[in-house]
């Protein structure tokens, strides 16, 4: 089942942060981040497992809270590169080692 | 390679023709996946290869869709009698192992006229 990724478009202004969720009505395996700016291929970010543990990357982080099947993507100070569109992909508890079902994608834009 | 390689990058084909579509992972990736991606769309999931063997392939949208990978590396998805509504960029990524992170090539344009 699809994951669902809130908000849908943001707009920040350089040195704004920013917070993009990943909801799952499944138990998940694990969770990850992707950014794909346009007319590329989307670039992997980091990878979540079961346990919660926070990842980090530069100035982006997330979080994994399995109880709420929730992951979240932490944008701190953001820049102009970080701009593009974000895509959370899950695995789910049981699923073996079916590949990522993706959510819709959250489009970030960030201006001067 | 360095990255994972999609060929051709444009292809652009009468409806009713066949087209396939290459993608060549990252030298010891076992894991190969195509997904689809339409317009300011998320990314649907085609086929899924580990090795040379298909344990997924349930997001093919009909018959007309068809892929094989041989000697654990190189992958060819064809679309057999295209159709308008298969127009899409078609993304292949490969992964060392199930469940690690995905690099993605860098698609096939497919514009069916």
């Known amino acids: 089942q699809q994951p669902v990724q809130s908000p849908q478009a943001v707009i920040l202004r350089e040195g704004e942060d920013a917070v993009i969720n990943c909801s799952s009505s499944?138990?998940?395996?694990?969770v990850h981040w992707y950014r794909q700016k346009h007319g590329e291929a989307p670039v992997f970010l980091m990878i979540l497992l079961k346990g919660g543990e926070q990842k980090g990357h530069e100035k982006i982080s997330a979080s994994f809270n399995e109880k709420k099947q929730q992951s979240s993507l932490y944008l701190t100070a953001s820049q102009l590169s970080y701009s593009g569109t974000y895509f959370c992909g899950t695995a789910s508890v049981g699923s073996g080692n079916t590949p990522l079902v993706f959510g819709k994608g959250t489009r970030l834009s960030v201006i001067a | 390679g360095a990255g994972v390689s999609q060929s051709p990058s444009n292809k652009v084909t009468e409806k009713g023709k066949d087209v396939e579509l290459r993608c060549d992972p990252i030298?010891?990736?076992?894991?190969l996946y195509w997904y689809r991606q339409s317009l300011g769309q998320g990314l649907e999931f085609l086929i899924y290869?580990?090795?040379?063997?298909?344990?997924?392939k349930s997001g093919l949208p009909s018959d007309r869709f068809s892929a094989e990978r041989t000697g654990g590396s190189v992958s060819t998805l064809t679309i057999q009698r295209t159709q308008q509504e298969d127009s899409a960029v078609y993304l292949c990524?490969?992964?060392?192992?199930?469940?690690?992170?995905?690099?993605f090539g860098s698609g096939t344009r497919l514009t069916v006229v």
């Open positions: 499944k138990a998940l395996y694990s």
């Open positions: 030298s010891g990736h076992t894991a």
């Open positions: 990524a490969s992964s060392l192992q199930a469940n690690y992170g995905y690099t």
């Open positions: 290869f580990q090795g040379n063997s298909a344990p997924d």
